[in-house]
C-alpha cells in the first residue's frame, strides 16, 4: 500500500435522507465511538443542509461538510443556500457531485464559481468527478477525467489547488451496488496524481487527498483503501446505517 499521508479520510455523504431527529441520533452514537485509535483517520459527515445546525452541537470528534452551495453569494436566487451562511456551520463543501450535475444540469463554469467562493471563503472543496459508462465502455475515461479537472480545478494557482480534497466517483458505480474494481481504482489515482504532478508539482501535488466514491461499504473498504493513492472513501448508502458506517471507520482505523 502506497499512502503519502499515511491517513484516511472517511466521509459519509447522506444525500436527502435523514430526518433532524434521526440525523441527532446519529451524531450522539458516532461520538461515543472508542474506536478511533488513529487521529489519522479523519471522519466528516455530510448531512442534508437543513440539519446542520440541528447536529452542530454534537460534532466532537467527526466534522461537518455540506453537500452544496449556490454558485452565487446573495440575491434573488430561491432555494439556493449561500455559503456565506455555511462557513461558520462546515469545514468542507461537496462540489461537482454527479447527482448535481445530472439532476440540476451544474456545468464546469458553476463549478468554477463555487470553486472560487470556497477558495475566497476559506472552506475546502471536495471536488468529485468521474466518467460515466459509456466514457469507460469506450475507453476514453481517462480523457474525459482530465477534462473534467481542466475545465475546473486547473484554473487555480499550486497553493490553492494544493488545499483541495478530489473524489474520483465514477457514475456507473454510484448507487449501483457495482463498486470499480481495485485495479480500475489505481488506474485512475495514479492517473490523476501524475497530472496533478505535472501541473503543480510534486510536494503539492502529494499533499492532495484522492478519495474514492462509489458503492462502497464494509465488505470492499479494506480491498479499496489499500489501493496506492487511495486516500480514503466518500461513502453513500452504505453511511445511513450506523452499525455498517462504525464498520468502515473501524477498518479505516485499522489501515491507518
Ligand atoms: P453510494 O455509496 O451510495 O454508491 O454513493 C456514493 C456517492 O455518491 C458518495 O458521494
Known sequence: MFNYFNMFYIIANWKMNKTQDEAIDFFTKINSLNCFKSSL???????PIIHLSAVEQYIGKVGLVAQNISCKES?????????????SKVSHILIGHSERRKYFHETSLQLLEKLQLCIKKKIIPIFCFGEKLIHRDSNVFLSYIKDQLSETIFSFDKHE?????????????????KNANAAQIKEVHDFVREILIKKIGHSSALKIPILYGGSCNSNNAQTILKVDNVNGLLVGGA??????????????????
Request: proline share 4%.
Open 75 to 87: 440575491g434573488a436566487y430561491t432555494g439556493e443556500t449561500s455559503i456565506n451562511m455555511l462557513s
Open 41 to 47: 483517520c479523519k471522519i466528516l459527515i455530510s448531512p
Open 161 to 177: 489547488i494544493s488545499n483541495m480534497i478530489l473524489a474520483y466517483e465514477p457514475v456507473w458505480a454510484i448507487g449501483t451496488g
Open 239 to 256: 453511511s445511513l446505517d450506523f452499525d455498517h458506517f462504525r464498520k468502515i471507520i473501524e477498518i479505516a482505523d485499522d489501515l491507518s
